[in-house]
């Protein structure tokens, strides 16, 4: 099968599965955003995901593309490793025009992937998990809360400090991740010329920033209300 | 007078693929800035020889930027840090009174080190006998414009054409990957009426040789199109990934 056995295949795969997982990201985003104007819509859109049979479907297939892009990740990234060989330059200068992020990609994708395991536990676990289990109420902090009170989540661990920090630091490492992941992806599939080139690298860089910033605002927000 | 400069060369000296290598250093004095980086080294071997010991063993031919021949990886850069030029066209100009040049080979699982600073790069010709040619036997030189190119296509395609086979990609790219190569010779022909007959049988065969060879997956770093000293361009890339997928959904 050429989508394994061929350099071009497994990219293809990473591809991809990279540019549905940055679709999923700008559907989080957009949500996210809902509860800063108003948190009972944003609850209206944690209650339609809950434990409901689509919501499953769609977090199944979420949980897919994860998991191939991270295998996919890692496979590719042994690989290459080892064509690289066990000898290393004794001096190493960064060319021109090379991003940062390009040459750190698994690097950002296992920070990346630290930051999800804590989010799926925070959330995820007392929210849809909790509902497949049958759990009408879960504790958060001191309190008991309906799982499917999204911004009560929300406000109860971005009230603290060293969450959001944490947040914001996976939110940077996701924005460097986009940087790269997307226009490669783009060039991968191969829809690329020297005119798109410049395009789609400033493309790039706008939707990494705008899913910055969506995720940003949101847990700043709820920050600064707390204070209040 | 010229202006001379003395120099500290830290150089990979390595006796056999099996053998292990070791930084040897050399003091330079007295080159002049005018000499090319590789007169330097026939100096430095020059030296050595007079002094009976081994000379230094680098690649080299035409020492005109054409034949791909040299190579060296001059202080972190393929080709050295003098932009859009071989080794051989590298001034000692570049650098400056009393610096420590690091000089070592290409490393890449692909190009394993036969001695000092030679690489063996006959895994690239592999490449090209698996699909690098067009098979059909056209005679003599057909007349000019009998078969009209456009322009843009022909610029593109002489652009591709100027990959040389030196090798610097692989030794630029962290992935050890050889696609920027395989994709500026894709290029040359798919881009050409001549050889767009075979592009997807031949952007199979070249690249499935590159996989077997061992070179990494390409993750577009661009360290490749950076270091590249005649400025190939990765949209070839794209262009082979493009030329690849189809005609693997055609099949």
Sequence with gaps: MWLLNSSIGRKLIMSISGIFLILFLLFHMSMNVAAVFSEEAYNTICEFLGANWYAVVGTLVLAAGFIIHIIYGLWLTLQNRKARGNDRYAVNATPKGVEWSSQNMFVLGIVI???????????????????????????????????????????????????VILYLIWYVA??????????????????????WMNRWK?????????????????????????LA | MDKTINITLKVWRQRGPQEKGAFQTYQLEGISVDSSFLEMLDILNEKLINEGQEPVVFDHDCREGICGMCSLYVNGHPHGPDEDVTTCQLHMRKFHDGETITIEPWR??????????????????????????????????????????????ADEAMESASCIGCGACVAACKNGSAMLFVSAKVSQFALLPQGRVEAARRAKAMLAKMDELGFGNCTNTGACEAECPKNVSITNIARLNRQFISAKLKD
Excluded at chain 1, 128 to 152: C, H, I, Q, R, W
Excluded at chain 1, 202 to 226: D, M, R
Excluded at chain 2, 140 to 153: C, H, L, Q, Y
């Design chain 2, 108 to 153: 890449s699982a692909g190009f394993p080190v036969i001695r000092d600073l030679m690489v063996d790069r006959s895994a690239f010709d592999k490449i090209m006998q698996a699909g690098g040619y067009v098979s059909v036997n056209t005679g003599g030189v057909p007349d000019a414009n009998s078969i009209p190119i456009p322009k843009p296509d």
């Design chain 1, 113 to 163: 992937l630290g930051f999800i395991v804590l989010h799926l536990s925070q959330f995820w676990y007392k929210m849809m998990f909790a509902e497949l289990t049958g759990n009408v109420s879960v504790t958060l902090g001191d309190t008991f809360v309906s799982p499917a009170d999204g911004a009560a989540f929300i406000k109860y661990y971005f009230s603290n400090i060293v969450f």
């Design chain 1, 174 to 195: 996701i924005w460097f991740h986009l940087t790269h992941g997307f226009w490669s992806a783009i060039q991968t599939i191969g829809w690329n010329n020297r005119i």
């Design chain 1, 202 to 226: 400033c493309i790039s860089n706008i939707f990494a920033t705008i899913i910055f910033l969506g995720f940003a605002i949101v847990t700043i927000t709820f920050y600064i209300k707390s």
